[in-house]
């Protein structure tokens, strides 16, 4: 306990009513407890978290009083307290739609996308996903939420953005803007530099958003790679890199592209992913993020079916490997995906992919924060971290589907559900 602490003057609210628009804030310190606490890398029993200013500035185990004018949120033995989720890979332009792009593609109305971004976010953060990196917006629109959740956290998740994905010419997302090769990609990087983006993100291979794209077919040299890497890295930026096919992998690998994102390992049609590729990931700075998380399996698709579980055993090969695996669910992209699906991924696919409970909760909490960057204040319960928690009805170790049975939400310290 430090000297800092001082009664509370305004206490959190419940927001059932209404998604993001609280306007209060928290003054002085607050304590938050609950039956069991997941520091963001183990369980422990009964704790007590204070919060002061937006910042956790004490943990406390087992029995403990905090002072007598700190007000405590008791959450009862059955609550579970944990960090908020991390989701490495999203894109908030998307409505999750079946024609999730359209409203992008063209001519758009900006207020009302950013109206619709702001919803999304709200739906997002109490979901009990606190930290969101967006890999891929139109005209930097989402630079413009991350300064507005800065200034009122509570309206939305700690937001990391990438601005317009890099693209060749026609190629994969091409209608977001952000088309550039050769010569021209040092510059469009400067630019994202200029601007304040957190990271650039680099189609290496087709999508299969867009049409006329082949999801095994490079987009990029590896010469074009190394360009991109070299600029962002100058210039103190990661890269990442959307790469399905097994060659444009290889490519993001050899080029020390710091992000691999969807990793899908396909070749002619099939998810092939060699022993030789497996170790050359694992050797690497590289992250890998997968694209887990569906709010329902795709239906009558049983090779996509197929697909997903060969998926799911190549990511069991890199966990293996001891691979820095993450999970970017891609929310947005379908109806499967909404923003705020990335509890599914614990469920559905780490726990198949061979986590241990407490390893599947790390992977979305401090190993997501350490990958991203921001591993000395967020993805942790601990003191300095900021206060970004979630806490559910009973133990998401035991049964991960708790993750989904929010009963709170703070963001900076703020109570947002
Ligand atoms: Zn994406």
Redesign the pocket.
């Known amino acids: 306990m430090s000297a800092t602490v001082r009664p509370n003057h305004v206490s959190a609210i419940d927001l059932d009513a209404g998604p993001g628009l609280m306007e209060a804030t928290i003054s002085g310190t607050n304590a938050v407890r609950a039956g069991v606490m997941f520091d963001g890398t183990r369980q422990h029993g009964p704790s007590t978290v204070l919060i002061h200013e937006g910042r956790i500035i004490g943990v406390e185990t087992g029995r403990f009083e905090p002072p007598h004018d700190v007000p405590v949120l008791d959450f009862g033995a059955d609550a579970f307290l944990m960090p908020g989720l991390i989701d490495a890979?999203t894109?908030l332009v998307f409505d999750a739609s079946a024609t999730s792009t359209a409203a992008v593609t063209g001519d758009y109305d900006r207020p009302a996308l950013l109206d619709r971004m702001r919803a999304t976010a709200a739906s997002v953060l109490r979901a009990g996903i606190t930290t969101v990196r967006d890999?891929?917006d139109r005209d930097y629109v989402t630079l413009q939420l991350r300064a507005e959740f800065a200034e009122r956290p509570e309206r939305g998740p700690h937001l990391l953005t990438a601005g317009p994905p890099l693209t060749t010419h026609g190629g994969h997302c091409y209608f977001l803007g952000g088309e550039a090769t050769g010569d021209d990609l040092a510059g469009a990087i400067r630019e994202r530099y200029e601007r304040g983006c957190d990271v650039v993100k680099i189609m290496a291979s087709g999508g299969q958003m867009t049409q006329g794209s082949s999801l095994e077919q490079n987009q990029y040299s590896a010469a074009e790679l190394a360009t991109a890497v070299e600029t962002a890295h100058r210039l103190g930026m990661p890269v990442a890199a959307?790469a399905h096919g097994v060659q444009s992998i290889r490519n993001a690998v050899v080029t020390g592209v710091d992000f691999i994102?969807h990793c899908s390992f396909l070749r002619d049609g099939k998810v092939v992913a060699d022993a030789d590729l497996l170790d050359a990931i694992a050797a690497a700075p590289t992250v890998v993020s997968g694209t887990f998380g569906f709010s329902r399996l795709p239906e009558g698709k049983p090779g996509l079916l197929a697909l997903l579980d060969d998926m799911r055993a190549a990511f069991a090969e890199l966990a293996r490997r001891d691979a820095r695996v993450v999970v970017g669910t891609?929310g947005g992209?379908s109806p499967i995906k909404p923003h705020n699906v990335l509890p599914y991924a614990v469920a559905d696919d780490l726990r198949q992919i061979g986590f241990t409970p407490e390893q599947a909760l790390a992977v979305v909490t401090s190993r997501a924060a350490d990958a991203l960057g921001l591993g000395w204040n967020k993805g942790r319960i601990s003191e300095g971290a900021d206060a970004d928690l979630l806490v559910v009805s009973g133990s998401p170790l035991a049964d991960p589907a708790r993750l989904r049975d929010v009963r709170a939400v703070f963001r900076s310290g703020i109570r947002v559900r």
């Open positions: 890979h894109h890999l891929g959307h994102e891609d992209v």
